[in-house]
């Protein structure tokens, strides 16, 4: 009989790969924006982790693409976000969206993406328009079998976010982008899009957190200041 199904034997957790990709570009240095957004990541962490508590039966993994001018891997290895020991973001160059979405595209092919995986999470956050090609690196992503089965969100930092892009790349009029205008609604709103995009992938209920809840008024103090 199979280890699998002897008395009291317990299944294996499926990989769940939850990756985001993030724009550094020049532009996220201004106004406090990649000061906010890596007070964000930290703050989503410890809600990825309560993700794959809820779930026994996936392994929740994190990884980060940073683009700018090129991409290249933030957080290279398939991590537990409690293990997590973030390293801040630095802001700079152009934003080669296409060159992140191809990076993603070859983590996600068998192999070295796993078979047996639950569907992908995926979450882009930017703040700015694409210089690049990235209509092509998204039909590519799309082409691969786990490019069809990720699930895709994304948030807008500030009102000159390319949202158009960003509705493409999630890929479904009924969801449209996270828009976040000042650093407490992007921390509110990754975490918002990371739990959600995370809890859809793994099959269990999101968190109990609505849109709503991104509404942030601008406060007098300056922390709230609009972008």
């Given at each position: 009989?199979?280890?699998?199904?002897?008395?009291?034997?317990?299944?294996?957790?499926?990989?769940?790969?939850?990756?985001?990709?993030?724009?550094?570009?020049?532009?996220?240095?201004?106004?406090?924006?990649?000061?906010?957004?890596?007070?964000?990541?930290?703050?989503?962490?410890?809600?990825?982790?309560?993700?794959?508590?809820?779930?026994?039966?996936?392994?929740?993994?994190?990884?980060?693409?940073?683009?700018?001018?090129?991409?290249?891997?933030?957080?290279?290895?398939?991590?537990?976000p409690d293990r997590v020991d973030w390293v801040d973001l630095?802001?700079?160059?152009?934003?080669?969206?296409?060159?992140?979405?191809?990076?993603?595209?070859?983590?996600?092919?068998?192999?070295?993406?796993?078979?047996?995986?639950?569907?992908?999470?995926?979450?882009?956050?930017?703040?700015?328009?694409?210089?690049?090609?990235?209509?092509?690196?998204?039909?590519?992503?799309?082409?691969?079998?786990?490019?069809?089965?990720?699930?895709?969100?994304?948030?807008?930092?500030?009102?000159?976010?390319?949202?158009?892009?960003?509705?493409?790349?999630?890929?479904?009029?009924?969801?449209?982008?996270?828009?976040a205008s000042n650093p407490e609604q992007l921390v509110r709103?990754?975490?918002?899009?990371?739990?959600?995009?995370?809890?859809?992938?793994?099959?269990?209920?999101?968190?109990?957190?609505?849109?709503?809840?991104?509404?942030?008024?601008?406060?007098?103090?300056?922390?709230?200041?609009?972008?």
């Amino acid at each position: 009989m199979s280890t699998l199904l002897r008395p009291g034997a317990s299944l294996a957790r499926r990989p769940l790969h939850f990756i985001m990709l993030v724009d550094c570009s020049g532009s996220m240095a201004a106004s406090g924006k990649i000061v906010a957004l890596n007070t964000a990541v930290r703050e989503l962490l410890p809600h990825l982790g309560e993700i794959a508590a809820r779930n026994p039966h996936a392994e929740l993994l994190m990884r980060v693409v940073r683009f700018a001018s090129g991409a290249v891997w933030h957080l290279a290895e398939p991590t537990d976000p409690d293990r997590v020991d973030w390293v801040d973001l630095q802001a700079g160059g152009y934003t080669d969206l296409g060159a992140a979405i191809d990076l993603v595209g070859e983590a996600l092919t068998v192999p070295p993406m796993e078979e047996r995986a639950a569907p992908p999470a995926l979450v882009l956050v930017s703040d700015g328009m694409p210089t690049d090609d990235y209509t092509g690196a998204l039909g590519r992503l799309l082409q691969l079998p786990w490019g069809q089965r990720s699930v895709r969100m994304a948030v807008a930092i500030g009102r000159d976010a390319d949202r158009r892009t960003l509705a493409e790349f999630i890929g479904d009029p009924r969801v449209p982008p996270v828009s976040a205008s000042n650093p407490e609604q992007l921390v509110r709103g990754l975490r918002w899009a990371g739990t959600q995009v995370a809890a859809a992938a793994s099959s269990i209920a999101p968190m109990p957190v609505t849109p709503d809840d991104l509404v942030v008024a601008a406060t007098e103090d300056g922390s709230g200041v609009i972008w």
